[in-house]
């Protein structure tokens, strides 16, 4: 089984993490690749940033995504995650949606650990655009400004630590969601210092995309997740011109 | 004062409507300037295309913008708005998002009216994104696809008629919202025939506008809608570049 | 145009205020008059008071409404604005839901700045019975009992510059209200201390009547914001009276 | 122990009724007194005569309440209820608020049966402010305009069957609310044609009022229902003016 | 009248608590039988618990329940309420609810006083379960293991009280409940030190249970609260085999 | 990797559809136990009949679980799940909360497809404990009463086509759950005549559980997926008493 990974963000650091994650954790015969987002920002808080992602994870799914069983939207809040589930005809699974309904699985109630005060208003709108924001407990975040996006893990550990524990002792979380493709790893590392699972966006989606691949569900052909109606279009790259052209017969 | 259309669609004729009817409605001294997206698709029906109209959009504010008071994503949706809200200094203002506080000014419930069946998820998930799903009474939908963007309303006049009908009478809706840019101006033109209040995307829109221009708040240099913080990026057009690099002081 | 505002409290102090910041914001063409409440109380914290609010705005609003282009219902909780809505065949807002809606065009999620601590219960339940509780980030108010009405904002602008600050940092405000009439121009004179767009119920109110009024949308002649069906009372007002006897014909 | 109930409409054939269901029902030892309102209208469909028949309510309630051990608004909807809750030192329980939990007792989603299309929305709104609107499985009316309201029940009787078994068939209610004191009474005359529960407001109220008096919580003097903070009034009648007097110590 | 209580949990000391408090509220003309389940717990804090206290329950139901006019189940979180309101022909309350829509009359939100905090992940699903989030200010409770379960009452007194307040002035809440039947009596001990309604879960229950019973409501021979469909079991005792056999005829 | 799936009811030919079912699913190294309740019903519609279900499952499961790595509650409505996630060492996952997971990964809402009109009440309650609800589009049943559990899909497969069909094209899903484990299987068998993604209990929560066992979350030792504290009990089942003792040390 082939899966996609695409980071929407630029910073080759990050898709090396998560690309190294997702290694450690795919079955031995998932062959994991993993690509950068072409433009666009080193790391995505915000609901623009999001937006540029979201085309840019476009463009390299429309170019590339015919090659693989399924496709991973690798940042945080799944930019363009559902422009592009209706657009493929493979799978497409996104960190948040992965992280959050296996967390849902290990719990009745979650916390989001993240990187940046910034990013927790665009994460809470991702858990309530899933439905789910009954079942968020809370979202503790650091609160300066990220420096060094590559390194956040290891130069805020503790901190994170102390996220976690205010998280389930204060807020009643069952399951902690360690968010966000920088932090990709974390979670494993610092498991046993944390008396509730911990639950990983980059392990939870490649676990969740090889579960679609081996289901194998028909592909929507009608419903809203099916292709857009073919129609005129203009100035799109050659990729999504074609990915837009084939209609679906009905 | 002057307002900026975008037309994230790439129907000049779906542009000279909402053009029309901006103009219509607006105030004597309020200048009106609408764009066409310069890429994408003919309407916009569906997440994939929102995501691109929404792409296109940005490029366009980022360069006009700021030769304006307030800027309108002048689409179904209101594809980018808070992204745009995010990065622009001026208030920007959607199609729905306009449509949906006005029309809970004239009843506690409303319907939609809409051009196509396949419209509806993505309306509906607009709705609820702005947290007013509790107030929806219903959406209904002309059923054929759309053949003829520009003629919509001309070709189907009565059916929208009964679709408004069905609303007020089996869904309990208080008001209408027509729903769409190629919609602009039916609310107009059938309004005698329809026992409760209409309202069009457009002419709320600008209103809406007009409004925030007038009352000049401050622009948001915390929160979830101030500027994303300045960050390395590659690959973005000059505008948008120049949009990103621009941070507020704190 | 003309706009109508009720003050529902008695204090001529606070009708003043309101007068004030209503003409300040109107256009040039609009003619405000401003009515204080033959009966009721001082200021309105409570459900029983609102309801007092409720009746004598009605009293107003029957006899001098056919004069105006629109009614204004200018308290806190906006005291039998629906009641209102159904009656009168003008457009008619309330300073709460005008500074509700425009909240949501500026800010994801708002907080409301209040005088007192006994205010918030009824406020709270407003922003519920306006289908926005999801988009509260929290309410915050002054804890000490009101003593001087008309002189709140000047003896009290400091705590409430604070209560604005923590709001944003610590409850994820986009946008703040500035709530009730005693607090009329705050927003105004507090504007650039504020990291955020403030939002004040007396100029939202006047903007929104005059898009309504400008708008001109058929008055409901069905859906339950249409006129109460004629049926025997006895022991109304001359004006109530008066008003639900004509019925619209169907 | 002694009940106060108040018809907030002015149809004595309608307190009649309610007079005689409570009656009925009631404890031997409990005393029921019924009063009508002495202005309104002759039956509350909406939110104009619910503010209208709350002030008469009110008006009563005042001069009386103090006599009686418990009050009940004994009126479609809960006319003023909180309003009434907060003001008066004794108990005050609503039709629909009892009917509503005392269904909730009897099954997990209740339908409301009424007796005219335009009360829905009113009874909806009712519902809502309730918190209970995830419990309604659907609300059903008769169609026509209301003609003879002490006379309803005996003249569609077989309509208001009709509308329970649907409820049951097509709604998925597990019980019925029989909505509306024209109605009271008619739960029980019918209740044998129907497989499964009905609830009536009357008896409802008259045993939820019985048991609070019996468990004697003590009147609230913090929170949102203790009594309106003293302050400055003007115009009100006598009874009312000194309700709002008698403040609490705290 | 005569009344089944059935403490789920094997805490003879419990049982006696929940007697003791039954009696003092009951009417004079009601009989108070208290069961203790044959097996189980000393006290229910977790779902699992709560999944052996409601089969315990059901046994002693299926036993018992016929010469009885009304069952309660007495019991923190109302193990298995909704099964036995199926599967019983006489009306069944449970301890929560009832003093769930008690505080709903006695205030618009409501904290819950609780005995530990792991039981508060347990009540807050009951809650939710109930439809009743919305009017859940919160859940306080105490932080320490609980030692001496017949105790639980007499030696934290002070930190219940403390608890009491702080839900009052920080939460908002109109009205406490005083959660778990180890607390029966302590709303009643301390009502005069707290400004608000207090609730406790027996009285509140043999209340609401008296109030049936005189309502006499039909037995549901249709919706979700009719009998399960007979069909084939085996394995169960003998009280539960002949309580699913009785088939309703339709 | 060994799995135990418990089939909470007792019908023998239920069983052995879901053991193929799972076996067919299952990666090559997963070892598929299924166990059928040894009490209990032939399928379980209600709630009485799920509380019988979730303490057959708790016996099998204490007796059993210690030998595998992840436990399976095999049927509809997930009897018993969140009591066993506490009890039990290792993960444990249902065959609904499997299925609705799935189901979002597939589209944004989703229909339920089930045996009978009788179990709609417990699965819509299934759902909404799962914090669900607002993806649901609705649940779609077979009229009549089950007559043959073993043989349902077969003898009525035709009807389940057409209520998925019915789900697509009126109620706006975009996946499909072909709910109850007497349906398993069918899912596969009907997929390439429906025009969505189906989703089966069976197979999703055979590959959660792998998914889960493979992530190695730690257990939870705090948190309300904790093991209930160590407390008195008696008359309880061996395996349940030692799976009750071991508490986990802090």
């Known amino acids: 089984m082939k899966l996609l990974l695409i980071n929407p963000n630029i910073s080759e650091s990050v898709s090396a993490l998560i690309d190294s994650e997702a290694k450690r954790v ?19 808080e915000t609901r623009f940033e999001a937006m ?38 493979v799978p497409v699974v996104g960190l948040t949606e992965s992280a ?75 399951v902690l969601i360690i968010a966000g493709a920088p932090l990709a790893g974390l979670a494993r590392t610092i498991a046993t210092e944390i008396p509730v699972p911990l639950v990983d966006g980059v392990s939870c989606a490649i676990k969740q995309a090889e579960s679609l691949v081996s289901l194998a569900p028909q592909t929507a052909r009608a419903g809203s997740m099916a292709k857009p109606p073919v129609k005129p279009n203009k100035g799109l790259s050659e990729a999504i011109t074609k990915l837009l052209a084939a209609d679906v017969i009905r």
């Open 26 to 44: 795919a079955n031995k015969s998932t062959e994991i690749t993993t690509l950068t987002a072409e433009f666009g920002v080193a790391y995505i």
């Open 52 to 89: 540029v992602g979201a085309y840019a994870t476009a463009e390299l799914a429309a170019r590339h995504a015919s090659k693989f069983d399924a496709v991973i939207v690798a940042a945080f809040g799944d930019p363009g995650l559902l422009a592009l589930k209706e657009a493929l005809q």
């Open 100 to 174: 959050l309904v296996t967390a849902c699985l290990l719990g009745q109630r979650f916390s989001i650990i993240a990187i940046s005060q910034r990013i927790s208003a665009w994460y809470r709108e991702t858990v309530q655009a899933n439905g789910l924001i009954d079942r968020l407990a809370s979202i503790r975040t650091l609160d300066q400004r990220v420096q060094n996006i590559g390194a956040i893990q290891q130069e805020h550990a503790a901190e994170l630590v102390t996220l976690c524990n205010q998280a389930i002792a204060q807020d009643g979380a069952d």
